[in-house]
């Protein structure tokens, strides 16, 4: 297996979109994201940010059917971790209106606050998206201490 | 999950991670507690072994927050959690509605009290 250009190291998995997959998707990018030199506590953020983006897909992609969740996680050359996570459901119509706090589809069950612990916890978030075209969440980060080390 | 009663107050002992996964045992279990006796006021909610939270988590808490706050005027507190579940409860607004204390008698002090967060 050759890797592309400018990545380092790569893992994917996929799974159905099933509430008991979350833990197992968030644990294993979190134990490969320690290849970098990240903190105990940035390992933390992204086990959050992962599980954030991965419960999005179950809860909301497929709808109250169970489909496909894709996740993928290179080490770039350049040291930083990518994580995406892709699946084909349904999409999301207004993704500035998804990525604001208090703001969900289903309330009182989240308070939307996915995107707003993304956003705090990771260096980078990017969603592509459309109706029926299904979703893909891209979330980056470094370690703080390589960047500090420049 | 374990519950025990000490006067007014349920005291939830949860174990291991609270996520998308876990939240609904925890809402039906703290359900369950909170019908079994009208005495019950306050909700005390033993974090100390709880390793990881999320917004499902988050959620769920927020859930049981307004429950005994609209059913039984009651307030919510968080005992002893761990740092970056501390973090979490802190980044998601929820410690604006509860408090966030140390030890057992800390939480059941400042109920006696009843003062501090609404």
Known sequence: MTLPDGIANRVAMEFPSKAENVAFARTAVAVFASQLDFTLEELDEIKVAVSEAVSNAVIHAYGDAVGTVRVEAVITAEGELVVWVRDDGRGIEDVGTARQAQWTSRPEERMGLGFTFMEEYMDGVEVDSAPGAGTRVTLRKAPARARVAG | ?118
Do not use: C
């Not at chain 2, 291991?16 to 925890?26: I, K, Q, V, Y």
């Not at chain 2, 703290?30 to 939270?53: G, K, N, T, Y």
């Not at chain 2, 009651?74 to 408090?99: F, H, N, T």
């Open chain 2, 1 to 118: 999950m374990e519950a025990r009663r000490v006067g007014e107050s349920l005291i939830v002992r949860l174990k291991g991670e609270l996520d998308l996964n876990t939240a609904e045992a925890f809402k039906a279990f703290v359900r369950e507690e909170l019908a079994a006796s009208r005495r019950v006021r306050h909700l005390i909610l033993d974090l100390r072994a709880v390793p990881f939270i999320d917004s499902s988590g988050v959620g769920a808490i927020l859930g049981r927050y307004r429950e005994i706050k609209e059913e039984r005027a009651g307030r919510l507190i968080a005992w002893g959690p761990r740092q970056p579940v501390r973090r979490v409860l802190a980044l998601s607004g929820l410690v604006r509605v509860m408090d966030v204390v140390d030890t057992q008698q800390e939480a059941l002090a400042l109920l006696k009290e009843g003062n501090r967060n609404p």
